[in-house]
Structure formats: C-alpha cells, structure tokens
C-alpha cells in the first residue's frame, strides 16, 4: 500500500506570494492533519480534515487555509507569505475511522520563503 | 489533553539499551499512551501505544507502571541510525481534538 505523498518536496517562494501543498493519504484514510516544523517551534498542528469537512484547528492565522476533496486528498494555502512561514509542512492521515493516534505522515514539503 | 514531561535530550552508546522516560501525572482513565520516533527532515513514525502494564513489538518496548503517571519506551541495543527525536502523547484512542506533539526527547546515539 502506498505511502503518503506530498507534492511539491522544495519550494521557493518571496514574501507576498501565495503557495498550495497538496497531500495525497494512504488509500482507504479518510483523516488527514496538516502541520508546520520549525527549528524553533517544534511540530506544531496547522489543522484536520476529515470527509472534507475541518475537523481540528490550531492556533494559525487566517493566511492559512486547507481543504479537502471527495478523494481524501488534502490541499493546504498559504497566502501572503512571510519569512516566518519557512518551515517543513508536513501532512498525516489517520485510519478509516480518522481518530487514532496512530497517524502515517509523508516526507514533507520544504518551503522556504525568502 | 494530558500534559506529557520529557527529558530534552539524552546520549547514549552503540550496543545499549536506551530508557526515555515520559511523565503524564494528569492521564486520564480512557488514555492510552504513543510514542513517535522522527529521523531528521522525515515526518514522525509511529512507535507504539499502550495503555497499561507492558507493550513490546519489533521496534520497543513500553512499560507502563500501576499508576499511569509515567511510561517508559525502551529501546535495546541502540544503533547510530536510532538517533532520531522521540515523542510521547497521551490522549484517548477514540480522540475527538487535534494530536499535539510536545518538545520530545532528542536522543543523540555515539559510536
């Protein structure tokens, strides 16, 4: 069974552009968590969607937005990007059911914003 | 969400056995402990989950004490590919909030 995939795995981008992330889980999972690492914050939780609906929030400004499709794959936004936004992204999806704790996270997307 | 308490970092030799130790005084009685192991640029990996007494599978051990108030992940005879950053979670296994992952435990493995 595939893993989950992450696309792009770089990007670049200057302050004030948007940028979209796109999460495909393993097949059958239905919840997918979004979440942001930095050096200096550690893993922090961006947001959860479960049949396409946000389930979960974390403490992120409105620059960031997520969704869902009917397939279960997940698209993150970032708009109006600021130095601060560098970061691995990382997506997670969860079992069928979509509340365990066990979560299956893809290799990341290393967006770095100068 | 039970707060969890982690060591910042630990080092430790090829060939032993490492003990990361998670402290969780509040757990609450449908919680179930989970360990995450992440390797450098990688996404976490899930380890194990428990709820009491002893869980061991191909990759560690965790040892849960009568009281819940603590755990132990146990890691035997460490290797240099096992230098990763270890997380411990507590919450229910039927859980209805968001994952939050804490500092975790950068454990650093020494020829």
């Known amino acids: 069974k595939a893993g989950v995939t992450q696309t792009p795995r770089y990007l670049i981008k200057t302050r004030g552009q948007q940028v979209t992330l796109s999460c495909s889980p393993i097949s059958g999972h239905r919840s997918v968590s979004w979440y942001q690492q930095t050096p200096g914050q550690g893993l922090q939780f961006l947001f959860e969607?479960?049949?396409?609906?946000?389930?979960n929030k974390g403490n992120f400004p409105g620059r960031f937005s997520g969704r869902q499709f009917s397939n279960s794959r997940s698209e993150m936004n970032v708009s109006t990007l600021e130095l601060g936004d560098s970061a691995l992204y990382l997506c997670?999806?969860?079992?069928?059911?979509?509340?365990?704790?066990?979560?299956?996270f893809g290799p990341g997307t290393r967006l770095t914003v100068l | 969400l039970a707060k969890t308490t982690q060591p910042i970092s630990m080092d430790s030799y090829e060939g032993q056995e490492v003990n990361i130790t998670c402290s969780h005084n509040n757990i609450a009685t449908n919680d179930y402990i989970t360990w995450y192991q992440q390797f450098p640029s990688q996404g976490p990996r899930f380890i194990i989950q428990g709820y009491k007494t002893k869980v061991t599978n191909e990759v560690a051990s965790l040892f849960i004490p009568a009281d819940r108030k603590s755990s132990t992940l146990s890691l035997p005879r460490v290797s240099l590919s096992d230098t990763a950053v270890y997380y411990c979670l507590v919450g229910p296994r039927n859980r209805d909030d968001k994952i939050i992952f804490g500092k975790g435990t950068r454990l650093h493995i020494l020829p």
């Open positions: 997670a999806s969860s079992s069928v059911g979509g509340r365990d704790y066990e979560q299956f």
């Open positions: 969607y479960f049949s396409e609906t946000q389930r």
